[in-house]
C-alpha cells in the first residue's frame, strides 16, 4: 500500500499544481492515516480493472480495502448489511444515459447517497507482448467495442472483434493470450501487467461515467454540494408542473431529472431528481417543503458534495 500511495503521488506532482490534484493529494494522506487504525471496506461493482475500481480509487485513495462485487444489487446489500462502510457504483454515463438498475435499488433501500464522482472514459488498445503484430482478435465489452467502433474500422478492418462480460475480463483473458489484445483502461494494464500499445482509442472523447458512493450516514454541507431525492406523485394532469415550478421559482437549478416505474402500481411512476445545494440550506428546505404538499412522498436520498471536474 505504501508503494501504491507513492506511487499516486508521484502522478499527482507531474504538470501544474491545480486545486483538484491539492484535494486528492489531501485524500491520499488520511486514507493512508486511517489505514493505520482500520482500512474502510469499500464494496464496488466488479471486477477488478473496471472504472469502478477507478472511481473508488479516486473517491477513497489507495489504502481502502477495496472489495469487487457481481451486481450492483450486490453492493447494496454489503453495506446495508454493514459488512462495508460504502459502495461505489455507476449511475450515469454521457453517451449512454442513466444506469436504471442503479435507480431502482434506491425505491427499497434506505441507504444514503454520499458522494459523487466523475470518472473521464478513455479506452486503451493493450496487448501482453506489447507489439501490434500478431493481433488475430480483440476482445471487450461489447458497449465499448461500439465506443470505439470508427477507430477500430480504421486501424483493424479484419481482425475479429469478440465480446467479453467487462473490460476487465477482456485484459485478464489476453494475459494468457500472446496474439490477442484487449481495449480496457489503464488501471487493467497495471493489473494484469498488460502494454498500452494505442491510447484514447474511443470515438468520443469527452465520454465521461457519473458513479455515486452509498453509505449510511448522512453527509455535511461542504459549500458546493447537490441533493438527490425521489418523488412519488399524483397520477394526474399537473403533477409533473406542479413539481417542477417551486425549484424555477426560487431560482434552485436542476441538474438530472428522471422517471421510473413506482413498482406500487400499473402506469405509475415516480421521479429521481437531482439539484444544487444542500437539504439543510433553508432555500432548499422551502423548495421541499412546497412540494411535499403536492407529493404523496419525497424520499431524501442525500445531499453530498459535487465531483470534482
Known amino acids: 500500500r505504501e508503494a501504491q500511495v507513492l506511487r499516486r503521488m508521484r502522478e499527482l506532482n507531474e504538470g501544474p499544481l ?52 457481481v451486481t450492483v444489487d450486490d453492493v447494496f446489500r454489503e453495506v446495508t448489511s454493514e459488512n462495508c462502510n460504502y459502495g461505489v457504483v455507476p449511475v450515469e454515463n454521457s453517451s449512454e444515459g442513466v444506469i436504471s438498475h442503479t ?7 434506505n441507504l ?20 501490434d503484430s500478431e493481433i488475430k482478435r480483440i476482445y471487450s465489452h461489447q458497449q465499448t467495442l461500439g465506443q470505439c467502433r470508427r ?10 472483434q469478440l465480446t467479453a462480460t467487462s473490460n476487465a475480463e477482456a ?12 481495449i480496457a483502461g489503464e488501471i487493467a494494464a497495471d493489473i494484469y501487467d498488460l502494454k498500452i500499445i ?37 397520477n394526474q394532469p399537473g403533477a409533473l408542473y406542479k413539481l417542477l415550478e417551486p425549484f424555477h421559482r426560487h431560482g434552485v437549478s436542476l441538474t438530472s431529472i428522471e422517471t421510473r416505474p413506482s413498482r406500487t402500481g400499473m402506469w405509475s411512476y415516480v421521479f429521481f431528481i437531482d439539484f444544487e ?32 471536474t
Open 277 to 308: 445545494g444542500h437539504h439543510s440550506d433553508e432555500l432548499i428546505q422551502t423548495v421541499l417543503g412546497e412540494i411535499d404538499k403536492d407529493a404523496l412522498e419525497v424520499k431524501m436520498l442525500g445531499s453530498y458534495p459535487r465531483a470534482l
Open 112 to 131: 444514503r447517497i454520499c458522494g459523487e464522482v466523475e470518472i473521464r472514459v478513455h479506452h486503451h488498445l493493450m496487448t501482453s507482448s506489447g507489439s
Open 103 to 109: 435507480l431502482d435499488n434506491f425505491l427499497s433501500s
Open 18 to 69: 491545480t486545486d483538484e490534484k491539492i484535494s486528492r493529494i489531501y485524500r491520499e494522506v488520511m486514507s493512508a492515516c486511517l489505514a493505520l487504525e482500520e482500512p474502510l471496506k469499500i464494496a464496488y461493482l466488479g471486477p477488478e480493472g473496471t472504472f469502478t475500481q477507478m472511481a473508488t480509487q479516486e473517491q477513497f485513495g489507495d489504502s481502502v480495502v477495496g472489495i469487487p462485487l
Open 151 to 160: 477507430w477500430l474500422n480504421g486501424h483493424y478492418p479484419n481482425v475479429p
Open 171 to 182: 485484459a485478464r483473458r489476453i494475459a494468457e493470450e500472446p496474439d490477442a489484445a484487449a
Open 198 to 234: 494505442s491510447r484514447q482509442i474511443e470515438d468520443e472523447h469527452d465520454n465521461t461515467t457519473r458513479f455515486i458512493v452509498v453509505g449510511r450516514d448522512e453527509v455535511g454541507p461542504s459549500g458546493n454540494d447537490k441533493t438527490s431525492i425521489v418523488v412519488y406523485t399524483h
